[in-house]
């Protein structure tokens, strides 16, 4: 199975400043099968990133993913009060899919 | 619009069985895989299984392969997850989600709110 590691496990970022998430898989991941999810508490996880670095639609340019191989990052740009969730890699280049382990981004 | 609806969810003895559904609408279901996801109490999110779009081939965690079985019936947009001899540590809410593609080899795009299951004697 392909472990996904995030980091780090929570960050408080000022509001308008940049947040970064970082997911490391434990083998390389192919054909950039690498998504990013939110989710904000009570509610469903909703995609934001496939494909490593493509903005799902609706998805505000702010966020946006980056990576190749084992190393995959999820930029937001400049925070802003409703990106207060967690965030979620999961590749899916090989069955069992898997999910890092989220990473809570709060407002400092 | 666009959704997916699970239910079956509820409170159930440990070792005995539990079958969840997931009505779609506002999509073409029988061009999609389709995913189960559940998530534990304060945990992360696990994979549970996918069924292809014309449910020709599934796939399972470790943890749950021999007691859960994913189907789908394309004639009545509805998936399935039946649960067999369920343990305590399958207390989650469980997510059905839609991949991208057939094949299930894309994201999840499209999520529905989730049904809680709790097994607890």
């Known amino acids: 199975d392909i472990v996904m590691t995030q980091s780090p496990d929570s960050l408080a970022v000022s509001l308008g400043e940049r947040a970064t998430i970082n997911c490391k898989s434990s083998?390389?991941?192919?054909?950039?099968?690498l998504a990013w999810y939110q989710q904000k508490p009570g509610l469903p996880p909703k995609l934001l990133i496939y494909?490593?670095?493509t903005r799902e639609s609706g998805v505000p340019h702010r966020f946006s993913g980056s990576g190749s191989g084992t190393d995959f990052t999820l930029t937001i740009s400049s925070l802003q009060a409703e990106d207060v969730a967690v965030y979620y890699c999961?590749?899916?280049?090989?069955?069992?899919?898997?999910f890092g382990q989220g990473t809570k981004v709060e407002i400092k | 619009q666009v959704q997916l609806v699970e239910s079956g969810g509820g409170v159930v003895q440990p070792g005995r069985s539990l079958r969840l559904s997931c009505a779609a609408s506002?999509?073409?279901?029988?061009?999609?895989?389709v995913h189960w996801v559940r998530q534990a109490p304060g945990k992360g999110l696990e994979w549970v299984a996918v069924?292809?779009?014309?449910?020709?081939?599934?796939f399972y965690a470790d943890s749950v392969k021999g007691r859960f079985t994913i189907s789908r019936d394309n004639s009545e947009n509805t998936l399935f997850l039946q649960m067999n001899s369920l343990r305590a540590e399958d207390t989650a809410v469980y997510y059905c989600?839609?991949?991208?593609?057939?094949?299930?080899?894309?994201?999840?795009?499209?999520w529905g709110q989730g049904t809680t299951v709790t097994v607890s004697s």
């Open positions: 989600a839609r991949d991208q593609l057939g094949d299930g080899l894309g994201g999840m795009d499209v």
């Open positions: 506002g999509f073409i279901f029988s061009s999609f895989g």
């Open positions: 069924i292809w779009y014309d449910g020709s081939t599934k």
């Open positions: 083998q390389s991941i192919l054909y950039s099968s």
């Open positions: 494909r490593t670095s």
């Open positions: 999961q590749q899916y280049f090989s069955t069992p899919r898997t």
